[in-house]
């Protein structure tokens, strides 16, 4: 394992480098990914749009802020994610001000899901490649230590109960999820991954 994230690291980008690519992708009429198709195209426009706003309007909380000042240890939080998927549109610009918050202490990377499919493989969510996934490395030694993703348990709730009730995920429930994530404003996120780095703080 150690290898392979040490491979996908390579590989990596950071957040900036990340939004460039699938910004100039579009300017393409391209997604990011081993598929293209017109759907996933306008789902990539819908989440640039998407990103820019919650870059603007969301916040890290006072107690994240709080609990980033008592971290010790250097950690890389290695995302796995694609342009077209909803749910990383959500969460990415609060993992990005959660890193710039940390005073250096997370170093945010970020791969396509389709270009490290080995690293996929080993994150994967019920059988299947769902994104993003947060990995947790230890800076010092190169170890994954913990993951998250690919949705704050809320949201994973919202989706479970409704394919329960209905079979199906479609149109509908997409645009539930997207307002259970404008109600949640990232606090979910924030709160979960905080949760990972206590506990990992106490066991370093």
């Given at each position: 394992m150690k290898s392979t994230i040490a491979k996908s690291l390579f590989n990596s980008h950071s957040y900036t480098e990340y939004r460039k690519i699938?910004?100039?992708?579009?300017?393409?009429?391209?997604?990011?990914?081993?598929?293209?198709?017109?759907?996933?195209t306008n789902y990539?426009?819908?989440?640039?749009?998407?990103?820019n706003r919650l870059e603007k309007t969301m916040k890290v909380s006072d107690e994240v802020v709080s609990e980033l000042e008592k971290v010790?240890?250097?950690?890389?939080?290695?995302?796995?994610?694609?342009?077209?998927?909803?749910?990383?549109?959500?969460i990415l610009p609060i993992i990005n001000k959660i890193a710039l918050a940390s005073h250096k202490?997370?170093?945010?990377?970020?791969?396509?899901?389709?270009?490290?499919?080995?690293?996929?493989n080993q994150y994967l969510t019920n059988g299947g490649r769902a994104i993003p996934k947060v990995i947790v490395i230890c800076k010092e030694t190169g170890i994954a230590r913990a993951d998250?993703?690919?949705r704050p348990k809320g949201a994973s709730e919202l989706m479970a109960n409704y394919k329960k009730e209905?079979?199906?995920?479609?149109?509908?429930?997409?645009?539930?999820?997207?307002?259970?994530?404008l109600?949640?404003?990232?606090?979910?996120?924030?709160?979960?991954?905080?949760?990972?780095?206590?506990a990992l703080?106490?066991?370093?």
């Open positions: 699938v910004t100039d992708l579009l300017l393409e009429g391209k997604s990011t990914g081993n598929e293209q198709s017109e759907s996933l990539s426009k819908l989440n640039e749009a998407r990103m010790k240890h250097n950690y890389i939080w290695l995302v796995i994610s694609e342009g077209w998927c909803g749910d990383a549109a959500q202490k997370i170093d945010l990377r970020i791969v396509f899901r389709d270009e490290n499919e080995p690293l996929m998250w993703g690919p209905f079979g199906v995920i479609d149109e509908k429930i997409k645009t539930d999820l997207q307002l259970w994530y109600a949640d404003k990232g606090l979910s996120t924030q709160n979960e991954l905080m949760d990972i780095m206590r703080e106490i066991r370093e």
